[in-house]
């Protein structure tokens, strides 16, 4: 991976700390600006396909 590519953090947590994965909160900041602010619910393939 190369310096600053995270895509799935920069935390990663167990599956008892996150509770409904199709109700997550989901933001992408590019140098200091908000480019995408969603919820997993709004995704075209759920948590489950995706994994």
Known sequence: MSDGFAPVGPW????D???DPQ???IE???NG???QSSNTNDMI???A???
């Open 23 to 25: 109700q997550l909160k």
């Open 12 to 15: 990663l947590v167990s599956a």
């Open 49 to 51: 396909e995706l994994l």
């Open 17 to 19: 700390l996150v509770g």
């Open 33 to 35: 600006e908000v480019r």
């Open 45 to 47: 393939y759920g948590c």
């Open 28 to 30: 992408t900041w590019v």
